[in-house]
């Protein structure tokens, strides 16, 4: 792309040594570092953007899913990960997770074997990771922000099971965007009663007794182990839509 000014004629070689674009495009190699500057990369971030966007706009109503990448299989957290999973699927819901291991695939699991959507937005990591294989329909990215906003971009609702710093990142981000309302009519629920417990009698004691949230905050959160009345929860905040 060129910018032209007042009057004065397009120039029809780029450079004075008389290269054009397409010579320089097709006919040098040169250092490659640029392609590692933060200019280039938001064109990455963009087309991540792109690519998320596309992928995931027909999938219908949906709920994400999240928890411990450690939570191991057969633990009563993964079994309530199956069941929550399966019973969305049977109410309509696509499923989203990380597409990792744990309490994701325990998702994905419940929701592929109902016969519903299972969905994975993988992340690039240090080490080698790869979608778990209840994951129907996966995509992987780059950048956490860019599949973080897929996850709040397309689902009505979170559920989140018992988990760790990833896990406390995905449900305080969706707190924010509830609080602020840049999200609204977003069912949050938290599963596992006895491991959130703590944190909530926490966020009362310490946040809400210092003013630094306030009670609607918290009634943003459901506390439950009971998977029909996570389904309810989530078809009702559908039927309002
Ligand atoms: C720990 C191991 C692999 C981690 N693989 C992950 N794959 C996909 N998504 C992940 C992974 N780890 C974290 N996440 C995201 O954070 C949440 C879980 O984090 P936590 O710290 O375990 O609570 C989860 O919802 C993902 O979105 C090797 O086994």
Known sequence: MTKRSGSSPRPTAGRPDGSTNDQRLLDTRGPSDWVHTDPWRVLKIQAEFVEGFNDLAEIGPAISVFGSARTPAGHRSYEMGVKVGAALAQAGFAVITGGGPGAMEAANKGAAEAGGQSIGLGIELPWEASLNPYVTFGLNFRYFFVRKTMFVKYAQGYVVLPGGLGTLDEL??????????????????????????????WMRQSMLSDARIKESDLDMLTLTDDVDEVVDLMVKARDAR
């Open 172 to 201: 305080f981000e969706a707190m924010t965007l509830v609080q602020t309302q840049k999200i609204t009519q977003f069912p949050i629920v938290l599963m596992g009663v006895e491991h959130w417990s703590g944190l909530i009698a």
